[in-house]
T-cell receptor, first 112, second 114 residues
Framework: SQELEQSPQSLIVQEGKNLTINCTSSKTLYGLYWYKQKYGEGLIFLMM?????EEKSHEKITAKLDEKKQQSSLHITASQPSHAGIYLC????????????FGGGTRLMVKP | DVKVTQSSRYLVKRTGEKVFLECVQD?????MFWYRQDPGLGLRLIYF???????EKGDIPEGYSVSREKKERFSLILESASTNQTSMYLC?????????????FGDGTRLSIL
């Protein structure tokens, strides 16, 4: 969706390296959801951000939402092969029915 | 844990056939969604439903219809399958108890139309 841009489209990192994925919205975000998808499978919910400046962490994954609530980043520390997959951000632009607009996804490969 | 089950992981059908994709969730969620996912196009919403017998068109409803006769089940119907409907189809559900409820996804159905 042009309303939501993810970068980079793909990423190859060496195991142990840190990485960051970005998600930028053309409109103010009411909520921002991060998902991970293993190849050929469904999406797994990681975390949700709603407040400007909010930051959440789960194990080695940290997500942040900027103060203006138009950009989010997902940071992985000390990447492992298990982190490989497609990361998608989903934007909630209003509070009507939990509707989400998804970014194009970032394909992450981690080399052992 | 929320469980969203799609009836088939892989499906092969022929052009012109009527195709049914079934999705069942076990968490009493009011909202259910059908998406298709294509390389370079991301996830696109086909239809969604807020309640039993309620349905709303998403971004790309052409060529599809849906049915929600029971709360736990949301079916996607391809009335007359065409090759451009070859895709990965994903079903999701979410709660209505608050404004920030994540969507929970099934494992997907990879549909090929020959």
């Amino acid at each position: 969706s042009q309303e939501l841009e993810q970068s980079p489209q793909s990423l190859i990192v060496q195991e142990g390296k840190n990485l960051t994925i970005n998600c930028t919205s053309s409109k103010t975000l009411y909520g921002l959801y991060w998902y991970k998808q293993k190849y050929g499978e469904g999406l797994i919910f990681l975390m949700m951000l709603q407040k400007g400046g909010e930051e959440k962490s789960h194990e080695k994954i940290t997500a942040k939402l900027d103060e203006k609530k138009q950009q989010s980043s997902l940071h992985i520390t000390a990447s492992q092969p298990s982190h490989a997959g497609i990361y998608l951000c989903g934007a909630q632009h209003n509070n009507a029915g939990n509707m989400l607009t998804f970014g194009g996804g970032t394909r992450l490969m981690v080399k052992p | 844990d929320v469980k969203v089950t799609q009836s088939s992981r892989y499906l092969v059908k022929r052009t012109g056939e009527k195709v049914f994709l079934e999705c069942v969730q076990d968490m009493d969620h009011e909202n259910m969604f059908w998406y298709r996912q294509d390389p370079g196009l991301g996830l696109r919403l086909i239809y969604f439903s807020y309640d039993v017998k309620m349905k709303e068109k998403g971004d790309i409803p052409e060529g599809y219809s849906v049915s929600r006769e029971k709360k736990e089940r949301f079916s996607l119907i391809l009335e007359s399958a065409s090759t451009n409907q070859t895709s990965m189809y994903l079903c999701a559900s979410s709660d209505q108890t608050g404004p920030h409820q994540p969507q929970h996804f099934g494992d997907g159905t990879r549909l090929s139309i020959l």
